[in-house]
Every structure is written in C-alpha cells, then in structure tokens.
C-alpha cells in the first residue's frame, strides 16, 4: 500500500482523497512541510493557483517541496496543480515551484461557461478511452525534449510526464475513472 499525499490547503483535493483510497491506497491531507516526509508520491489538486502559491508561502511548504520534488518525490499536478509545477506562465506572471519544464496558459480554455468533458484513448496511459473534465483549464503551450506530450486535445497539450512529474489540464478525481490515479501509482512503485 502507498501512502499518497493530496496539498490540502486551498482546492479540490477531498476528491483525490477519495479517489487513491477507493482503489486501496493510504491518503493524507498536506498542511504541513513536516508531512512530506513520510509518502510516496504528492498530488497537486485543481483550485486557484494564485491563492495556492501563496499558501504555500505562509505555511513555509514551498522550498521543502520544491527540494523533495527535485530529489524525485513522485508528483502530479492536476489544472492548478499543472500550473504549480510549470517552470514558466504565459504571460508576464511569475511562476510558482518552477520544477517542470513546461510553459502553461492559465484558463485557457475560457471561463468555466466553457467547461467540457472529453473522452478519449490516452496511449501508454491505458488501452480504453478516459474521460476528461476540463474546467477552466489551463493547457501546455511549450515544453522542452525532456518532457513526454502523452496526450492533446485540439492539438492543445493537456497532459505531460517530465521523470518524476505528471501534470493534466483535466480532473479525472471528478470521474469514476481511475485509470490516472492508478498510473500515478505505478509512478510511485518505479521512482
């Protein structure tokens, strides 16, 4: 059994909870830097980025994970997770833990009027269609070679795989599909 952690401070992140023990995993909820130190992989749930990265700041979490991130603790960031672990935002922002070599537009897609659910085959991630919820999402818009484009929509770059990270533009906690958290977990038996 892994021990998953889920960023609890600001997001969606209860879904992903949910989602890692349904299929028989430990999941906690990250408030702490302290806390990093006893898992096996970290997601990064969708919210507001911007309140997130702040967040991050007050509860001191920031230069721990970034570190622990780039000593290889499995992560995956899903839409502002995404653009949590991009080393650069479209646009004149200032990124947030900067580990991944990804350039990321913010929302994207439009305002959540224009949320939409996709499914699609996802090769090398499973051998079946996956649904995709996108909300508000962002979308990859550059990448350097050492990052693995495993999926498009629209000829939009939705999700990616850089070593130890994984990021989406979509939810798939909001699904019933399990397929991305098994593949996470997959990650973790491997790093």
């Not at 879904?15 to 997601?43: F, P, T, V, Y």
Request: hydrophobic fraction near 40%.
């Amino acid at each position: 059994m892994k021990k998953i952690g889920v960023l609890a401070l600001q997001g969606a992140f209860e879904e992903h909870i949910n989602m890692i023990k349904s299929i028989g995993h430990e999941a906690i909820e990250i408030r702490k830097s302290e806390q990093l130190d006893d898992i096996d992989g970290i997601i990064l749930p969708g919210g507001e980025s911007t309140a997130m990265g702040k967040l991050l700041d007050d509860f001191k979490i920031k230069e721990v994970l970034i570190n622990k991130i780039n000593n290889g603790l499995p992560v995956w960031g899903t839409c502002a997770g995404m653009i949590l672990l991009a080393k650069e935002l479209d646009g004149d922002e200032d990124a947030h833990l900067k580990v991944m070599d990804i350039k990321v537009r913010r929302n994207a897609y439009g305002s959540q009027l224009d949320s939409f659910i996709n499914k699609e085959l996802i090769k090398g991630v499973s051998d079946k269609e996956i649904p995709m919820v996108f909300i508000r999402a962002p979308y990859i818009v550059g990448a350097s070679e050492d990052v693995d484009l495993l999926h498009s929509v629209d000829n939009n770059i939705v999700a990616v795989r850089q070593k130890n990270m994984l990021a989406t533009s979509f939810h798939p906690e909001l699904t019933d599909d399990t397929t991305f958290h098994e593949y996470f977990i997959n990650m973790t038996n491997r790093i």
